[in-house]
């Protein structure tokens, strides 16, 4: 638990075993990751495989394009990233692309992408709060309850459930 923090074009390397309080199975537990422009976070522990990490309950933050958590091979641990009860904010041209299921906090800062993947792509708000100030560009959205707001673009098919509510907009 702690901080892990990459600063613009450097790799911070963590080359001691994750505790599994930490990390066990493919959930990321506790911890703060932040990776600046282009900086990266090689984690060898998690493996060597990519997309170990798919469950976030920590805080991520990828500020830059180039800007990654990765496994001891280079390839992108968060690739599989499909559920969030924590904090997971991309910013500053940082993309994401997969489905994914929000339970704590996403922000998708201006000049970012957030990609569900395929057509069938799908983003659920369970519970928590979305931030949009750049783009939302799933499939179908589904805000089951608490909050999306922001003012990015949201392109898919809309769903506000009862428990949901759109604020668009600061």
């Known amino acids: 638990t702690g901080t892990c923090q990459a600063n613009a074009g450097s790799t911070l390397l963590v080359t001691s075993p994750v505790s599994g309080s930490t990390f066990s199975g493919t959930t990321l537990h506790t911890g703060t990751y932040n990776a600046f422009s282009g900086g990266t976070i090689q984690m060898n522990s998690l493996g060597a495989t990519g997309g170990e990490i798919h469950s976030n309950n920590g805080t991520i933050l990828l ?11 280079g390839l992108d641990a968060l690739s599989a990233l499909s559920d969030n009860s924590g904090s ?6 940082r ?9 704590g906090t996403l922000t998708i800062g201006s000049l970012s992408t957030f990609i569900t993947g395929s057509a069938s792509g799908s983003y659920t708000q369970n519970s928590g709060t979305t931030r ?23 392109d898919g098919a809309l769903t506000i459930e009862l428990g949901g509510v759109l604020a668009p907009g600061d």
């Not at 993309?95 to 339970?103: A, I, M, Q, W």
């Not at 949009?132 to 949201?154: E, K, Q």
């Open 95 to 103: 993309n994401s692309l997969s489905p994914f299921t929000n339970e």
């Open 88 to 93: 997971f904010t991309i910013k500053d041209g």
């Open 63 to 73: 500020d830059g394009p180039a800007s990654n958590i990765v496994d001891a091979a």
């Open 132 to 154: 949009v100030d750049g783009t939302l560009d799933p499939w179908t959205i589904d805000i089951v309850h608490d909050l999306m707001l922001g003012s990015g673009l949201i």
